[in-house]
């Protein structure tokens, strides 16, 4: 059993637990069926209210720690973008009573930092085009030491704990220390009522019976050969669906076997950024199955705010790594 009470682990979870809780109540109450294609403006809040309460807690309980985080609030202090400040601050206040603008920024600007030997990266919504939809994304925090992810911590507002969709549910907060194993509990249940379940990764040996995790979204993969992957594998099963680091999540509670990210044609030389993969990776690793890049190396996270040295992602269950490491080489990936 993973030992919450350590002041790292305790810290961690308290984190996402509030920050990504406020982002759901930013997505019931921004995001609707009216919201126009082009209108980033709930998910813009979300990103920069959730930075701003993990920028102030991390500064209450580690005031000297490292925080790498996505977003910067150079934007914000913009006059044209005084409106959505105000709705930022106003948000956040539910979490930091009595915060101001002021504070605001400097708590989102916590998250500046340049990667040290040791620091917390964050990813405060992990998802974009699945929180505008109304649909999945995460709330993704973790710790690494000399480049390796040593504690992960993913909210995940809209998948239950028992891995079920279910928009303004109790949500999922999963939580991984290398070493301790990979553990599940619902999101908003009250401090007093944690109980966590472990984790384990699908025991699935055979590669035509593999089933991918797909993204909604194309982005930085190329889908083509996705799909040129999975017929060198001889698959026959239904891909999984599911938007940002909750592929991640499913991965480990085995219910799928395969995440790949490769490179679009028109971005080979695109680098994974360390908040995208970070606490996922820990969380699939620390349940049984296996993290590297497209060539089979681990992941490098001591080369700056993007995993430098690495070429994409191939997670498994690990029982497939190998095949499907055999199987990205002859697609050429």
């Keep these: 059993m993973i030992n919450t009470n350590e002041p790292i682990i305790e810290f961690a979870i308290n984190a996402v637990r509030q920050a990504a809780s406020l982002a759901g109540d930013i997505q019931k109450e921004m995001v609707s069926v009216a919201l126009t294609k082009d209108d980033r403006s709930p998910v813009t809040v979300a990103d920069f209210s959730a930075q701003a309460v993990v920028g102030y807690l991390l500064g209450k309980k580690f005031p ?27 948000f956040v206040n539910r979490e930091i009573p009595g915060v101001t603008p002021k504070l605001v920024c400097e708590y989102i600007d916590r998250g500046v930092d340049v990667p040290g030997e040791n620091y917390w990266t964050l990813d405060p919504i992990d998802g974009t085009k ?3 939809r109304g649909a ?22 809209n998948m239950n704990a028992d891995l079920r969709e279910d928009n303004g549910g109790s949500g999922s907060l999963l939580v991984a220390k290398r070493g301790s194993g990979s553990w599940i509990t619902e999101l908003r249940e009250s401090q007093a009522d944690h109980r966590y379940s472990p984790l384990a990764v699908s025991t699935r040996l055979e590669p035509e019976h593999a089933r991918l995790m ?16 999975q017929e060198e594998l001889g698959g026959e099963a239904e891909p999984v669906r599911m938007d940002s680091q909750v592929k991640y999540a499913l991965l480990a509670a085995g219910r799928g076997e395969i995440y790949l990210r490769l490179l679009s044609p028109g971005k080979m030389d695109y680098r994974e950024k360390i908040w995208d993969q970070a606490a ?11 993290v ?42």
Excluded: M, W
């Design 130 to 132: 699945g929180f505008l």
């Design 214 to 229: 797909r993204s909604f979204e194309s982005g930085h993969t190329d889908v083509s050969r996705v799909d040129l992957f």
């Design 280 to 290: 996922g990776s820990v969380i699939v690793e620390e349940a049984g199955g296996r």
């Design 292 to 333: 590297t890049d497209l060539d089979g190396n681990p992941l490098d996270f001591s080369q700056g705010r993007t995993l430098k040295k690495n070429r994409g992602i191939c997670a498994t269950n690990g029982i497939l790594h190998e095949a499907a490491l055999t199987a990205l080489r002859k697609v050429n990936a």
């Design 64 to 90: 000297d720690a490292i925080l790498v985080g996505e977003e910067q609030a150079d934007v914000l202090r913009l006059p044209d973008e005084r409106e959505t400040l105000e709705r930022v601050t106003d």
């Design 136 to 157: 999945q994304y995460a709330c993704a925090l973790a710790y690494v030491e000399d480049g390796i992810v040593q504690l992960g911590v993913l909210g995940c507002p």
